[in-house]
C-alpha cells in the first residue's frame, strides 16, 4: 500500500532511536549519587567512567560513520542498535569502577553510530529545505530520553534495584529494531513511497555519471580532511558538544549537592531543564528552514541561526549569582535549549555542505571530534570539583564550569564563519 508523506515515518523512528540513546547514555548520571555511596566513588572515578565511554564514542563514530556509508542505513542502525541495547545490558555485572568503565566503553562504540546514521538517512529521504526542521526532530530525541530516563529510572529503583535499570532500558533497543527492519528501506527501493514523495525528496539531489550508470560510488574518506567545511564541522562539534555532555552527566549531581535535590523520585527542575532540549531542538531547526523558505541563501541562513545561539548562550554565565534553585532551572533550562538548538544547525549543516554519499562519514569525523573534546573536557571537570569540594565550596567549581560554558559558543562560530566564508558545498567528483 502507497503511504503519502512516508518520509516522516522515517524522521520519526529516527526519533525513537536517539531517544533509545540517551535514555541509555544518560541512566549513568542519575545513578551516579546512588553507585558512588556503594563503590565508594571520587569525583575522578567518575570522570574516568565518562571518559572511557567518551573515547570509545570517538573511535566509533570514526569507524561506524565509514562502515554506514559502505553498508548502508538499514544494516548499519541494525548492527548499532544491537551493539548499543547489548552493552548497556552489561551494565548490571559491574561491581567497581574499572567494570562500568570497560560497559561504557562498549555502550561508547555502538551509540556513535547513531547520528552518523541519523543525518545520513535526513538527507536521502528529505530535500534541504526540510532537513532543518527533519534535523530538529530527529535530534530533539536526546531530550525526550534524558527526561524518560528521569521518570523511569526511579520508578524502577523504587521497585528493584540498580541492576534492573540497566537490564530494562537496554532491552528497548530489541523493540525499536523490530519496526526499523519493517518500516526502513532506501527511497529508491521503499514500496509503500509514492512516485510523487519519491520526486519531492529527490528534487535538489545531485546525481553524477557513475549513479547514473548504476555503478557504485567510492569515496575517498581521507580526502574529507582537505575542505574547510570539514573543519568547520569538526569546530561546530569539537568545541561544544563535551558542554552537553557536562550537562547531561553532572546536572543531576549539581542539583543534587547544590539544591538537595532526592533522585530517587522524579525530579521536575531536571524535567523541566531536559524538556526545553526538545524546544531548542525543533525551533533551532525550523528558524534556519523559515529563513530558506524566505529565500536566504543555505549556508547564510544556518550561520545566522548559529550566531544568534551563540549570544543568547552567554546567558549560562548568569548561573553562577543564583541562590534559588527554580532561578537556576530557567537559566539553564535556555542554556541547554539553545545548545541543541546549535546542535541541530550543525548536524544540518553536514548534509548541506556534503552529498549524501559521504555524509555518515563526515558526520563521523565531526562527531569523533566532540568526543575528543568529552574526554577532555572531563578531567577539567573532575579536577575542579575535586578540587573544590576539598576546599569546601563544590558550588565555585560549578560556577567556573558555567563562565567557560557560555564563552565557547561565540568562539566556535567565529572559527566557522571564516571557515565557509565562500558558503560552497562540496561535489561529489571532489571526493573520488
Not at 543525518?119 to 531530550?143: D, H, L, M
Not at 558542554?243 to 532526592?262: A, N
Amino acid at each position: 500500500m502507497k503511504i503519502k508523506n512516508y518520509r516522516w515515518i522515517i524522521v520519526s523512528l529516527l526519533f525513537f532511536a536517539t531517544t533509545i540513546n540517551y535514555i541509555d547514555r544518560q541512566i549513568i548520571g542519575l545513578l551516579k549519587p546512588i553507585l558512588e555511596v556503594e563503590f565508594n566513588w571520587t569525583e575522578s572515578d567518575f570522570a574516568h567512567i565518562v571518559m572511557a565511554f567518551t573515547a570509545a564514542y570517538a573511535i566509533g563514530l570514526i569507524v561506524m560513520g565509514r562502515l554506514i556509508d559502505k553498508i548502508g542505513t538499514r544494516a548499519g542502525y541494525t548492527l548499532i542498535i544491537t551493539l548499543w541495547s547489548i552493552a548497556g545490558m552489561l551494565h548490571a555485572f559491574a561491581r567497581n569502577a574499572l567494570q562500568f568503565a570497560l560497559a561504557r566503553f562498549g555502550l561508547g562504540i555502538g551509540e556513535a553510530g547513531n547520528f552518523p546514521a541519523g543525518v545520513k538517512a535526513i538527507s536521502e529521504w528529505f530535500p534541504k529545505k526540510e532537513r532543518g526542521i527533519a534535523t530538529g526532530i530527529f535530534n530533539s530525541g536526546p531530550s525526550v530520553g534524558v527526561v524518560m530516563a528521569l521518570l523511569i529510572v526511579p520508578w524502577i529503583l523504587n521497585r528493584y534495584s540498580w541492576q534492573e535499570v540497566f537490564w530494562i532500558t537496554g532491552a528497548s533497543g530489541f523493540i525499536w529494531l523490530i519496526f526499523w527492519l519493517i518500516f526502513y528501506e532506501a527511497p529508491e527501493r521503499q514500496k509503500r513511497l509514492t512516485k510523487e514523495e519519491l520526486k519531492f525528496i529527490s528534487e535538489d539531489r545531485e546525481i553524477n555519471t557513475d549513479q547514473k550508470a548504476g555503478n557504485k560510488i567510492k569515496i575517498r574518506w581521507y580526502r574529507l580532511f582537505k575542505f574547510p567545511q570539514t573543519w568547520a564541522l569538526i569546530t561546530g562539534k569539537g568545541l561544544i558538544d563535551p558542554i552537553f555532555w557536562f550537562f547531561l552527566f553532572w546536572l543531576p549531581s549539581y542539583f543534587s549537592s547544590t539544591y538537595e535535590l532526592d533522585l530517587k523520585r522524579p525530579s521536575l527542575e531536571l524535567i523541566i531543564i531536559y524538556s526545553a532540549t526538545t524546544i531548542g531542538s525543533f525551533l533551532g531547526g525550523y528558524f534556519s528552514s523559515l529563513l530558506i523558505k524566505r529565500g536566504w541563501a543555505v549556508m547564510k541562513a544556518r550561520k545566522t541561526a548559529l550566531f544568534l545561539f551563540a549570544v543568547t548562550e552567554l546567558t549560562i554565565i548568569l548561573a553562577q549569582y543564583t541562590t534559588a534553585a527554580w532561578m537556576a532551572v530557567a537559566i539553564i533550562s535556555l542554556a541547554v535549549a539553545v545548545h541543541q538548538a546549535w546542535a541541530t544547525n550543525v548536524f544540518t549543516m553536514a548534509s548541506d555542505m556534503f552529498p549524501s554519499e559521504a555524509v555518515g562519514s563526515v558526520t563521523g569525523i565531526a562527531g569523533m571530534a566532540g568526543a575528543v573534546g568529552g574526554i577532555l573536557f572531563p578531567l577539567l571537570v573532575g579536577f575542579l570539583l575535586d578540587t573544590y569540594k576539598a576546599a569546601g565550596n563544590l558550588t565555585g567549581g560549578y560556577n567556573i564550569l558555567f563562565t567557560i560554558c557560555g564563552l565557547t559558543y561565540l568562539s566556535a562560530w567565529l572559527i566557522i564563519h571564516l571557515l565557509t566564508r565562500k558558503h560552497t558545498s562540496v561535489n561529489l567528483e571532489d571526493l573520488k
